[in-house]
């Protein structure tokens, strides 16, 4: 449900239900398409943007829509997000581990309703714009391991769109999200366990940094390419804080701890500005993982990652 142009507009099966700023009801105040059922509802200019799911094929709907910098949309079961800006047909973005968000299961990180256009005539104001730096989605119903809280957006306009598994939180399912006084809150079940969890501004978890796919240059079919080194650029390291380096190669098996010059599976040298890892692995596709363990609130702070091979017969 949401309080759209001061009425409440409600997601009733294959209708909208209205409570009135007059204190009015009404169960079918819009009769939709025959074959949708109504799932999540958004504002936008004063009017209500519907997303729906067909009642023959519930899979594929949307199941929750957000507006911030731009209107998103997430649709299917395995985690596509698309544009919802009425023109667009391709999902820009899917969740690493697939999933599904709940119709409350999204929010911004700062959400408030600040500039209103209003004619004197009109009962309501004719548009509102919603000031959203960041949305959220509570992915659920994702592989193990990327169940959780994620963003899809920027803090700074010249700062690249990126989606970030913001919080884990493997559970069965996560219901609701809203933020509180900066506070992320999110409801969620987890077998027949029932709660509330918030966001901890006080303690940061473990960061998991995964690149993208790192591919050999083009070369005579015969060469090998050896992985060899890599080298991790950072603000001094804060006291109690750790860096690990994996990686992977040719898109198989699971990830491989690189250890450093010293035999040591971290790098935990107390105000270093840079960690070396040895590698040792041939192949043509390389994929690289930085693990950030914490103290307390401190946390180390990448600025580059470097990755070295050579090419042999």
Same mark, same amino acid.
């Given at each position: 449900?949401?309080q759209? &142009? &001061?009425?409440?507009?409600? +997601?009733?099966?294959?209708?909208?239900?209205?409570?009135?700023?007059d204190? /009015? @009801?009404t169960?079918e105040?819009?009769?939709?398409?025959?074959g949708?059922?109504?799932?999540t509802?958004?504002?936008?200019?004063?009017?209500?943007?519907?997303?729906t799911?067909?009642? $023959?094929?519930?899979?594929r709907?949307?199941n929750?829509a957000?507006? +911030? #910098? %731009?209107?998103?949309?997430?649709?299917?079961?395995? &985690?596509?997000?698309?544009?919802?800006?009425?023109? /667009?047909?391709?999902?820009?973005?899917?969740f690493p581990?697939?999933?599904?968000?709940?119709?409350?299961?999204?929010?911004?990180e700062?959400?408030?309703?600040?500039? %209103?256009?209003?004619?004197?005539?009109?009962? /309501?104001?004719?548009?509102?714009?919603?000031?959203?730096?960041? =949305?959220?989605?509570?992915? %659920?119903?994702?592989?193990?391991?990327?169940n959780?809280?994620?963003?899809y957006?920027?803090?700074?306009?010249?700062? =690249?769109?990126?989606?970030?598994? !913001? @919080?884990?939180?493997?559970?069965? #399912?996560?219901? +609701?999200?809203?933020?509180?006084?900066?506070?992320?809150?999110?409801?969620?079940?987890?077998?027949?366990?029932?709660?509330?969890?918030?966001?901890?501004?006080f303690?940061? $978890?473990?960061?998991?940094y #995964?690149?993208l796919?790192?591919r050999?240059?083009?070369?005579?079919?015969?060469k090998?390419?050896r992985w060899?080194?890599?080298?991790i %650029?950072?603000?001094?390291? =804060?006291?109690?804080?750790?860096v !690990?380096?994996?990686?992977?190669?040719?898109?198989?098996?699971?990830?491989?701890?690189?250890?450093t010059?010293?035999?040591?599976?971290?790098?935990?040298?107390?105000?270093?500005?840079?960690?070396?890892?040895?590698?040792?692995?041939?192949g043509?596709?390389? !994929?690289?993982?930085?693990?950030?363990?914490?103290?307390?609130?401190?946390?180390?702070?990448i600025?580059?990652l470097?990755?070295?091979?050579?090419?042999?017969?």
């Open positions: 449900m949401k759209i &142009g &001061g009425a409440l507009k409600i +997601a009733n099966d294959s209708w909208i239900a209205l409570v009135g700023y204190d /009015s @009801y169960n105040a819009l009769d939709l398409i025959p949708n059922i109504a799932k509802i958004v504002e936008r200019s004063a009017r209500a943007v519907i997303g799911f067909k009642k $023959a094929d519930p899979t709907g949307v929750a957000i507006d +911030a #910098e %731009f209107p998103l949309a997430q649709v299917g079961d395995d &985690g596509d997000i698309y544009y919802a800006d009425m023109t /667009s047909s391709m999902p820009i973005k899917r581990g697939g999933g599904i968000v709940n119709p409350g299961g999204v929010t911004n700062i959400e408030q309703a600040n500039f %209103f256009d209003w004619e004197e005539t009109a009962l /309501s104001w004719i548009d509102k714009q919603t000031v959203g730096n960041l =949305p959220l989605f509570g992915v %659920f119903n994702a592989e193990t391991g990327k959780g809280i994620y963003s957006g920027r803090k700074n306009k010249n700062h =690249p769109t990126v989606l970030n598994l !913001e @919080y884990l939180l493997d559970v069965d #399912e996560i219901g +609701a999200l809203t933020n509180v006084a900066g506070i992320t809150l999110a409801s969620y079940r987890d077998g027949t366990d029932f709660g509330v969890k918030a966001v901890d501004p303690n940061k $978890a473990t960061g998991v #995964e690149g796919d790192f050999a240059p083009v070369k005579i079919p015969m090998i390419t060899n080194s890599a080298e %650029f950072m603000k001094p390291l =804060p006291i109690g804080t750790s !690990e380096f994996w990686y992977r190669v040719n898109k198989t098996g699971s990830f491989i701890q690189a250890k010059a010293d035999g040591n599976s971290s790098f935990t040298v107390t105000g270093a500005k840079k960690a070396v890892f040895r590698i040792v692995a041939e043509e596709i390389f !994929e690289p993982r930085l693990v950030l363990n914490p103290y307390g609130n401190t946390c180390p702070e600025h580059r470097r990755v070295y091979f050579d090419q042999n017969d």
